[in-house]
């Protein structure tokens, strides 16, 4: 067969599977959610959950639990801060400071929020920490955020315990400490007056950047975990 036909085929069967739902879920799995699955709906691939939900996934890394506030996890990042910086000469935290450095090192240079999109995971994860090189980000402060979000999950009484979710949380403080891309630009007016125009970008904190960015940072941190719970 052709490379075309093949691919026509290919087409073909896909389009099949996304109007024929007669083997799918009709209702999201998400409970008490009524809508519709992508599926069910000729709208997708997604035979479990509705759109809305997909896109609570993406965001959150969990189908039903949002993710943890920034300032919820403002005392836990200082907490652990501040332990951190008490161990540092602890070879467990010592190693993870290395690791978050060779992140740092290994990213290349710093892509504009204003030209990630079309970007893969991958490069978008390097652009972010490429950024927090740039803006001198103590990789203490990486270190931090990882232990946060553990002391939150261990103090909240309905965690989620999955990886993901711990990964596209710490993944979302990291993302917000290397924070976006600001223009700014001055013109002169006609009567001498000065007229001055900001763009501000961040990228979006969602999708799969969040899980390859919070798999490297869990890589880097995993093992500072037991230094902070005696500390705390
Ligand atoms: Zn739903």
């Given at each position: ?11 073909s ?13 009709e ?38 639990k ?62 972010t920490?490429a ?34 979710y ?67």
């Amino acid at each position: 067969m052709s490379s075309s036909a093949q691919r026509q085929q290919r087409i073909s069967s896909l389009r099949k599977r996304i109007s024929g739902p007669q083997d799918t879920y009709e209702r999201c799995r998400v409970y008490p959610c009524t809508n519709s699955t992508t599926a069910d709906r000729g709208e997708g691939l997604n035979r479990l959950y509705c759109r809305k939900h997909i896109e609570f996934y993406r965001r959150h890394g969990s189908y039903v639990k949002r993710s943890y506030s920034a300032s919820e996890l403002r005392p836990f990042r200082l907490e652990a801060l501040a332990a951190l910086k008490t161990a540092c000469g602890a070879q467990d935290v010592m190693l993870a400071v290395a690791s978050v450095r060779k992140l740092y090192r290994a990213a290349g240079a710093p892509i504009e929020a204003f030209r990630l999109p079309g970007k893969s995971p991958r490069e978008r994860a390097q652009a972010t920490w490429a950024q927090l090189r740039q803006r001198e980000v103590d990789p203490l402060e990486v270190v931090a955020a990882w232990v946060a979000v553990q002391r939150q999950l261990s103090e909240d009484p309905q965690p989620d315990r999955h990886e993901e979710y711990r990964h596209v949380q710490v993944a979302k403080l990291i993302h917000r400490m290397a924070g976006g891309a600001h223009k700014r630009w001055e013109h002169q007016r006609a009567d001498g007056g000065t007229v001055v125009t900001t763009l501000h970008k961040h990228p979006i904190s969602r999708g799969r950047v969040l899980r390859v960015l919070g798999s490297q940072a869990a890589k880097a941190c995993e093992s500072v975990t037991l230094t902070v719970r005696c500390g705390g």
